[in-house]
């Protein structure tokens, strides 16, 4: 789903929300003047100007969100606060989003200055604990005033360094403790320097470097600025060579030109590397081969000795790889190689499961079919195959009880949820999203049990702030309501404009649910506006080719509009892209360009293909909307549905057929 922001537009007062019962379930919007404080102060947040926060600050005193107030006022000069000035701000807010997230901030400021003793003091206090380099600076502190660290910290450390893809002063200065203690070795902190090039961070490099072996720096700067250069310079006497800069370079290579470093690997280097050099090295060639839907990523992938050298993201690629060759016991053994958290992830359950039902045997079927039986539901792209293959389709659950009287009050009198409505209301979106996920998901260990969980949904859907409404929904373990996490507003405006076309409305509501959540004023940081997020240029033209006059992209904004261009365009691309859902949803986010190319190759059944899908954001967004198209469909038509008759199988393109419409945006 698209980032976005909510256009303020004119509307009822948002204190209603707190202080009426009466029109609640319409939105609301910035009209008062100490609604304005607070979209002023916002404002001056985000450019830092501390003098302006300050002297708006006493304005927003008794505003339903002053703690957001004196949140960015402290926050923009903390630094240079006074711990009395925070602790005056943890008593006055106690209990609420704003005074952890500043514990959050304050405590990051403890770490930097090393303020130990204090830090110690503040840390216990943190509720969220989201915070990894907080986490890094939490055993410094504790190594410091206590002594010798543990083995059990180290490793704590060093999974936090790694996780982290940017440089961060608190891991990376436990790291070096650790490192100095003996309890991380030298060549942990070259793994970090490999992952850190391998995902193009030369900074998070260079920092690890400077912790292991600072005389070779000058060595990296020579790297990073141009691998080929150093490796060339090199040639001649490659014993000589560093070889921890040797891997850097050809890591470095491989990002652009896999197959050029895969030369080099293969004819000169590889024999002053140790295996797991050559192996992490093979893995991250063959990724970017995977990436670039080259046929001979497996050849690289074939060169690895030891899965086990490989990070879970090589791997996956090497899944993907195979799928694509057809290798089914690669596959099987592939995620099998994968960390234990990787492999519960739905997608590698189901495609060890398919690898295991592809080879065959008694044994190997049986342990297929337990497999789906696990992951098998309406819940995602992979729990609806997994359905299919035991020979079921999707049908909507009976919902559950709904909350009860006392329930909707709880959640109604739910101070933080209250807060974040408010800040919804009045164009603070980003504000009360957290404020809202802090309320159901972090103010009490473990977040909220599932009625209440419905309930804090309930309220949100009565509200129209459809996206707390899904994705509260979607935090119950226990109970599931099919309707409530998939909503449809606009009912009668979908219905009758995607079957005006010949559109399958359930697809069209399972894009919008992916794009917007329904919020219609939302428009994206690139500019898409509305339920069904169109780009200016793309409504110009589909306003054109379907002869809409008078069109201005003003008007994407209304319902109407949006969903007649949203649907319209679709429409174009479902037919250039041969009735394919998959391609024409890959279409609409990544643009048409990229799945043309992408369908040339083999053909593939469509779960293969898309799996395949080199953007992560698309491959997710593709996977999303099919499935949600599932469950639209089985709801709308109350009859059982199957995810796999939506998908077929995607191949290059008939030549006998017209040509695409090359003008599709």
């Known amino acids: 789903m698209m980032q976005f922001q909510v256009i303020v537009a004119p509307c009822r007062s948002a204190l209603a929300v707190l202080f009426g019962a009466l029109a609640l379930s319409l939105p609301v919007c910035a009209q008062t003047p100490a609604d304005d404080v ?19 600050l006493p304005q927003a005193g008794g505003h339903p969100l002053e703690a957001w107030a004196a949140y960015w006022e402290l926050k923009a000069r903390l630094p240079d606060a006074s711990a009395a000035e925070v602790q005056a701000f943890f008593t006055r807010y106690a209990g609420t989003y704003q005074e952890d997230r500043l514990r959050n901030d304050w405590l990051l400021v403890l770490g930097k200055n090393r303020d130990w003793q204090n830090f110690a003091a503040t840390h216990p206090g943190f509720r969220m604990g989201d915070d990894r380099e907080v986490s890094c600076y939490a055993i410094l502190a504790d190594a410091v005033r206590n002594g010798q660290p543990t083995q059990e910290q180290a490793q704590e450390v060093r999974r936090n360094w790694f996780a982290q893809r940017n440089s961060d002063d608190g ?3 436990a790291a ?15 793994k970090k320097a490999r992952m850190a090039v391998d995902t193009n961070r030369p900074k998070a490099a260079y920092d690890a470097i400077a912790l292991v072996d600072p005389d070779l720096l000058k060595l990296f700067q020579q790297v990073n600025a141009n691998p080929a250069k150093f490796l060339a310079g090199h040639a001649a006497a490659p014993a000589r060579a560093p070889k921890e800069m040797v891997v850097l370079a050809l890591l470095k290579m491989g990002a652009n030109d896999p197959d050029a470093a895969a030369r080099l690997l293969d004819a000169k280097w590889g024999a002053v590397l140790t295996a797991e050099e050559r192996n992490r090295l093979w893995g991250a060639l063959g990724r970017q081969a995977a990436t670039r839907l080259l046929p001979w990523a497996t050849n690289y992938f074939n060169n690895v000795t030891k899965n ?8 996956a690629w090497r899944v993907r790889a195979s799928l694509r060759a057809g290798s089914w016991k690669d596959v099987q053994s592939t995620i099998e190689a994968m960390s234990p ?28 079919k337990a497999l789906y039986e696990n992951i098998a539901g309406t819940k995602g792209f992979y729990e609806l195959l997994a359905l299919n293959e035991l020979g079921r389709s999707a049908i909507p659950p009976d919902r559950p009880q709904p909350p009860s009287a006392q329930e909707k009050a709880a959640a109604r009198a739910n101070p933080g949820l209250q807060r974040a409505l408010y800040a919804i209301g009045i164009g603070l979106r980003t504000e009360g999203v957290r404020e809202w996920n802090y309320a159901t998901n972090l103010h009490d260990k473990g977040g909220m049990g599932d009625r209440e969980l419905l309930a804090a949904a309930d309220l949100a859907c009565e509200r129209q702030v459809w996206d707390r409404c899904i994705n509260t929904s979607e935090r119950t373990k226990s109970i599931l309501d099919i309707e409530q996490r998939y909503p449809m507003p606009y009912r009668d405006t979908v219905l009758d404009k995607s079957r005006a076309i010949g559109l399958d409305p359930a697809y069209v509501y399972g894009l919008i649910r992916q794009e917007s959540r329904f919020i219609m004023d939302a428009r994206s940081s690139v500019g898409a506006t509305g339920l069904m997020q169109i780009m200016p240029a793309t409504a110009r033209w589909t306003a054109r080719k379907i002869g809409l006059s008078h069109f201005t992209p003003a008007l994407m904004t209304d319902p109407g509009t949006n969903i007649t261009i949203g649907t319209n365009y679709l429409k174009l691309a479902l037919d250039d892209f041969d009735g394919s859902m998959a391609l024409a949803a890959a279409a609409y986010n990544a643009g048409p360009g990229r799945p043309r190319a992408w369908r040339n190759g083999p053909a593939l059944e469509a779960a293969i293909w898309i799996e395949n899908i080199p953007f992560n954001e698309t491959r997710d967004y593709v ?3 099919i499935a949600n198209t599932t ?3 089985a709801l709308l038509t109350s009859k059982p549905q199957s995810i796999k008759n939506r998908l077929g199988n995607i191949g290059p393109r008939d030549e006998s057929k017209p040509e695409p419409n090359q003008d599709l945006p």
Request: aromatic share 8%; charged share 25%.
């Open 171 to 173: 891991c990376l200065a």
């Open 341 to 368: 958290a990787q492999q519960q992830e739905p997608a590698w359950i189901y495609w060890k499961a398919r690898a295991l039902a592809q080879q065959g045997g008694d044994g190997r079927s049986a342990e297929a």
């Open 38 to 56: 607070l979209l002023q102060m916002k404002q001056a947040f985000e450019r830092n100007d501390k003098a302006r926060l300050s002297a708006l």
């Open 176 to 190: 070096g403790h650790m490192l100095a203690a003996g309890l991380l070795a030298p060549q942990d902190v070259w």
């Open 623 to 625: 996977k999303k909307v």
């Open 631 to 633: 469950v639209y469909a």
């Open 308 to 315: 086990s050298d490989l990070t879970d993201d090589m791997l």
